[in-house]
């Protein structure tokens, strides 16, 4: 396979550039991001191309940028297969509800099922996955092909995390519309339909129940995680992400730890 610094090469040759131009081009960029970081000189130019230099992230930006190349294409080619980071993300879990950073691009935010599947199977009906979760990890079956990723932001919720625990499994992945910040206080008829929303707090990300008393947001957790309601100082405390529309969970959740079966009350103003 040809080596990353082949493939710049030869995308500069089919630009008819030569070293001189394209350090004077980074120099350029170089003053509109102000920064020297983007500046590529002609020596750093040849390492890059013909002893295998790897760029640094700024010069990858420049070279794109001068080339006309997709940056996460050039990162493939160096081997960091950007559009995977939510897979190998969702290989580290973590204790702690928490958001998904990664950007709004679409591309790489969630593991979606693989195009290839559509021909393997119809959503509409029960299937046997075991041959599918063998090819494709279990990571990659977040069933969210219905959704609009570009439009929505994703949370984790932590696997010690068991204050909406039946209805949010520790460790489900849950999706947020951002538009739905408003708390509702009516137009449900039980726990399995009243809103549930994400927020943050100056130090932790938390799932619950919402109802808005004069400057307080006031979040309830499930009866059975013996969780006592918060109430916070809205806006000043906590921050409203978004309403939780979605979830992908497994339906079979490890036991509790013994010291997580209740929680000790918390002060009316944490």
């Known amino acids: ?49 013909n002893k295998g230099t790897i760029p640094t992230i700024y010069r990858i930006y420049t070279l794109c940028c001068i080339y006309r190349l997709d940056f996460d294409e050039v990162l493939r080619w160096y081997g960091v297969p950007r559009e995977l980071m939510a897979t190998d993300a969702f290989q580290l879990p973590h204790a702690q509800t928490h958001a998904i950073q990664f950007g ?14 559509d021909s393997e199977m119809d959503l509409n009906k029960t299937v046997f996955l075991s041959h599918l979760i063998r090819r494709w990890g279990k990571t990659a079956f977040h069933f969210l092909n219905g959704l609009e ?8 919720i932590g696997l010690e995390d068991w204050s909406m625990h039946p209805i949010l499994h520790p460790g489900s992945l849950v999706v947020i ?6 708390i509702a206080s009516s137009g449900w008829t039980s726990e399995q339909d009243r809103p549930i929303y994400f927020l943050e707090t100056r130090q932790e990300y938390l799932c619950g129940w919402c109802a808005m008393t004069d400057d307080h947001l006031l979040v309830q957790h499930h009866p059975s995680s013996l969780q006592q309601p918060r109430s916070f100082l809205y806006p000043t405390q906590v921050d409203i992400l978004g ?5 992908a969970m497994l339906l079979e959740v490890r036991k509790r730890r013994a010291r997580t079966g209740s929680a000790p009350a918390r002060s009316p103003d944490q």
């Open 1 to 49: 396979m040809d080596r990353p610094g082949e493939k710049l090469k030869r995308a500069r040759e089919r630009l008819q550039l030569t070293y001189r131009e394209v350090e004077k081009a980074s120099q350029l960029i170089a003053a509109r991001r102000g920064s020297d970081e983007f500046i590529i000189a002609l020596s750093r130019l040849a390492d890059i191309e």
């Open 104 to 117: 709004a691009q679409g591309e790489g935010i969630i593991p979606l099922i693989p195009a290839l599947l």
């Open 149 to 156: 990723v570009r439009r929505h932001r994703y949370g984790f």
């Open 177 to 182: 519309d951002d538009n739905r910040r408003k």
């Open 243 to 247: 309403q939780v529309i979605g979830v």
